[in-house]
């Protein structure tokens, strides 16, 4: 049985560094075609595609967020990982990791496996 799981910090501080990790169980991060991603979904709004890395290790991100976000992984642990600079309060969201063979779903049926989601609020 396949299972992701994120973890990270809860709170995080305005202009710091949102670093979560995604952790899978039951299939490797090198699998052939399939794609890791972060998805988040702030208060009130719909999904949001943030990026993805490939089982080759080629990542993709979105135009919108590019400048801020490095996604990377521990091919070793089957663990891939999000960091997002210079956060503001526009950040604060449930953020997801998800596995499937799409490069950017932004549905919650155009992936595979989901994560439960984790909290992370940016305020001082």
């Known amino acids: 049985q396949v299972q992701l799981q994120e973890s990270g910090p809860g709170l995080v501080k305005p202009s710091q560094t949102l670093s979560l990790t995604c952790t899978v169980s039951g299939a490797s991060i090198t699998t052939d075609y399939f794609y890791f991603s972060w998805i988040r979904q702030p208060p009130g709004k719909g999904l949001e595609w943030m990026g993805a890395?490939?089982?080759?290790?080629?990542?993709y991100y979105s135009p919108s967020l590019k400048s801020r976000t490095s996604i990377s992984r521990d091919t070793t642990k089957d663990q891939f990982t999000l960091q997002l600079t210079s956060v503001t309060p526009e950040d604060t969201a449930v953020y997801y990791c998800?596995?499937?063979?799409?490069?950017?779903?932004?549905?919650?049926?155009?992936?595979?496996?989901w994560g439960q989601g984790t909290q992370v609020t940016v305020s001082s």
């Open positions: 890395i490939a089982y080759s290790g080629s990542t």
């Open positions: 998800a596995m499937g063979t799409v490069v950017r779903g932004v549905s919650w049926d155009e992936y595979h496996y």
